[in-house]
């Protein structure tokens, strides 16, 4: 997520990203991310952006997948926005 030259160069900002269902959809911190030809996922998945970690460079073996499309780095953007109290909530809670 961070731009290149800002912050340790050997470091990345990461967002991890997992499988898992509709019952995801209504979290804030949780981004769908469907499988796409331009991310490289094998299934649609989420990010979840209350685990952002900075990594050192050194700690990567290998890529699973990369967010490309404008619209998807808004979207986690924002969901991070959300986890540090910035922001505004645009998902609809389900009610029970």
Do not use: Y
Not at 4 to 32: A, C
Not at 64 to 81: C, K, N, T
């Amino acid at each position: 997520m961070n731009v290149p030259r800002v912050g340790r160069d050997k470091m990345r900002i990461v967002v991890p990203i997992t499988t898992g269902d509709e019952r995801f959809e209504h979290l804030f911190w949780m981004t769908r991310i469907r499988r796409d030809s331009t991310n490289g996922l094998e299934n649609d998945s989420f990010a979840d952006a209350s685990q952002i970690q900075a990594v050192s460079l050194r700690r990567f073996s290998s890529q699973v997948g990369a967010l490309r499309l404008p619209a998807q780095i808004d979207s986690v953007a924002d969901a991070i926005a959300l986890c540090i109290g910035q922001g505004k909530n645009k998902k609809k809670r389900k009610r029970k």
